[in-house]
């Protein structure tokens, strides 16, 4: 069942997103309900193209996403990061994607590069090359003899992850097979990236990762929904733990949102502030579409959500 059996092994802790899904062949047993017939249609398409993205989401009943590139055991959002992700045996790699003053599209989580060089900068007030001049460093987290990296563009990540070749000591698949979750985090990085997508081919392999609709609402016939379903990337819509359930709801029965994202924050007694409620998850598994869950950080949490339906 598991996608890639040694990932609770080699990518444990914080490392990796779990997601499982329902096979369209479950979801048609819903019958009655309107929305489960609309989304057995749109998932059986899905999967008639061979579409990568929409394989992994409707027919793979385990997943792991290495988020951040599996930041627990190598410095986040690198292209190193990435490609040792994929070596590991990662199917898929979550990357958020940020614009520098010159139009460039950098790997960067936050806003400022602060917490990963130790440099206050902002990204969209920099040029890649004076970004360039500081070192992603994580050695606090991960030890004194970590290397460093530069902050990579997202071309430069993408061609580490495809320069994995298939048959490496834990990985079954070579890198151009991996699924890219990619979020734009800054609205410049959102107006360019589907762009960016399929200018390169790359919208097959590709699932559009954004916060509810991508601009904050519960819409599901949203402008960036829209853009990326004609584009032909999958998408990924997560949402805050206390949002409330009907809207969640209504947006992960629409046929243009292929999985929905649930947070869980740990605390050494299990989950904290900020974590969606057992109930809501549970409720949203039954709706027929992959339900992701970040971060994982234990083999506990694992079972516990995966008991939950997730």
């Not at 409330?244 to 999985?259: G, L």
Request: charged share 20%.
């Amino acid at each position: 069942m598991t996608a890639f059996p040694k990932t609770s092994k080699n990518l444990s802790r914080r490392g990796f997103i779990g997601a499982s899904t329902l096979a369209p062949a479950a979801l048609m047993l819903q019958a009655g309900e309107a929305h489960a017939a609309a989304n057995t249609r749109a998932q059986l398409a899905a999967v008639h193209s061979g579409s990568p993205a929409h394989q992994l989401l409707y027919k793979t009943d385990e997943f792991f996403i290495a988020h951040r590139g599996a930041g627990n055991i190598s410095p986040e959002h690198t292209a190193y990061a990435y490609a040792e992700s994929v070596r590991r045996g990662a199917l898929a790699v979550e990357i958020s994607v940020r614009t520098t003053s010159d139009g460039q599209f950098v790997c960067m989580h936050d806003t400022n590069i602060k917490r990963t060089t130790g440099a206050s900068m902002d990204v969209r007030g920099h040029t890649l090359a004076e970004l360039r001049q500081h070192k992603v460093n994580m050695r606090k987290n991960l030890g004194e003899k970590t290397d460093l990296y530069n902050i990579p563009t997202l071309e430069e990540a993408i061609a580490a992850v495809d320069a994995v070749p298939a048959g490496g000591e834990y990985a079954s698949v070579g890198g151009k097979k991996v699924v890219l979750f990619l979020e734009a985090k800054d609205g410049p990085a959102q107006a360019g990236l589907v762009k960016f997508i399929t200018e390169r081919g790359l919208q097959r392999r590709t699932v559009i990762k954004m916060y509810r609709d991508g601009s904050g609402g519960f819409k599901p016939t949203s402008r960036y929904l829209k853009l990326a379903n004609s584009a032909g990337c999958a998408t990924w819509c997560y949402f805050d733990g206390g949002d409330p359930i009907d809207k969640i709801s209504a947006m992960a029965r629409h046929e243009n949102v292929d999985a929905i994202g649930v947070p869980y924050y740990e605390k050494p007694t299990g989950a904290s502030q900020g974590s969606m409620s057992e109930e809501n998850v549970r409720a949203l598994t039954g709706l027929g579409k992959a339900v992701i869950v970040w971060e994982i950080h234990r083999r506990s949490a694992y079972e516990k959500y995966k008991a939950l339906g997730v």
